[in-house]
């Protein structure tokens, strides 16, 4: 039998047959991981396992390749104080399945659990949107196609970065870019810490993840950008590609 103990956030849960789930669970030492939860569909477990709440979670098999067993304890509910908030609840549930799409499966990725747990907080906050986007930005990262935001690709001036190249995803300064400009990306300044946001520029962030979550993670896997994801770009700015 193999075990193994460790904490983790719902990403979602499916259901199974009459009464069980299979559950995936983004762990802090395991990555993204699934699991079969017996009697996950009753009443006095079903809200466990909701979409970013925090739980301690066993796991076992019989072999390392079996999809095993959960038995989680419920430790943080965040799900529940977001269920008034429709713009957070859609944030949440993008997150949860960009996560469980785009990680693989059983590969610790520590720097994504940690960085979601700081997403989840600052859905208590006003300024959850704009984390949102660079929780997106440092998914892009973690997974190895980080984007570059230190200097203008075109030699112009770094503290005049407004635009990101679709095809490198390294920043052009306005002037080194305003040729180009319809066939560039949007450069929200609050990713440079400059300026506080607002939906234009979040619409702006959204957008620019979108295009290299969807070349470099989505389109590989012949998907498209989840639905949940892109209800989200669209509650912003639906005028914005």
């Not at 960085?115 to 959850?128: I, Q, R």
């Not at 997974?143 to 030699?155: H, Q, V």
């Not at 080194?176 to 607002?198: H, K, V």
């Not at 498209?224 to 989200?232: D, T």
Request: net charge negative; hydrophobic share 40%.
């Amino acid at each position: 039998m193999i075990q193994w103990s460790d904490d983790g956030f719902i990403l979602s849960a499916r259901a199974h047959g009459e009464h069980a789930l299979i559950v995936q669970i983004l762990t802090r030492d395991h990555g993204r991981h699934a699991g079969l939860v017996h009697g996950g569909q009753s009443a006095r477990q079903r809200g466990t396992y909701q979409s970013g709440n925090r739980v301690a979670v066993d796991w076992s098999a019989r072999l390392a390749e079996q999809l095993g067993t959960f038995r989680c304890e419920l430790l943080e509910n965040h799900a529940a104080g977001l269920l008034d908030d429709a713009g957070r609840l859609l944030a949440l549930s993008a997150a949860a399945v960009v996560a469980e799409k785009a990680l693989p499966e059983r590969e610790a990725h520590p720097g994504c659990y940690h960085a979601f747990a700081v997403l989840l907080e600052a859905f208590g906050g006003d300024h959850w949107a704009e984390i949102y986007v660079r929780w997106e930005m440092g998914l892009l990262a973690d997974l190895g196609f980080g984007l570059d935001l230190t200097c203008c690709a075109g030699g112009g001036d770094s503290d005049d970065l407004a635009y990101v190249s679709p095809k490198t995803g390294r920043a052009v300064s306005r002037a080194a870019g305003a040729p180009y400009r319809e066939r560039l990306l949007a450069l929200p300044g609050f990713l440079l810490g400059r300026g506080p946001g607002g939906d234009q520029a979040i619409a702006e962030g959204l957008a620019l993840t979108a295009h290299f979550l969807e070349r470099h993670v989505f389109h590989p896997q012949d998907r498209e950008l989840p639905q949940a994801r892109q209800r989200l770009a669209q509650r912003f700015h639906p005028a914005v590609p």
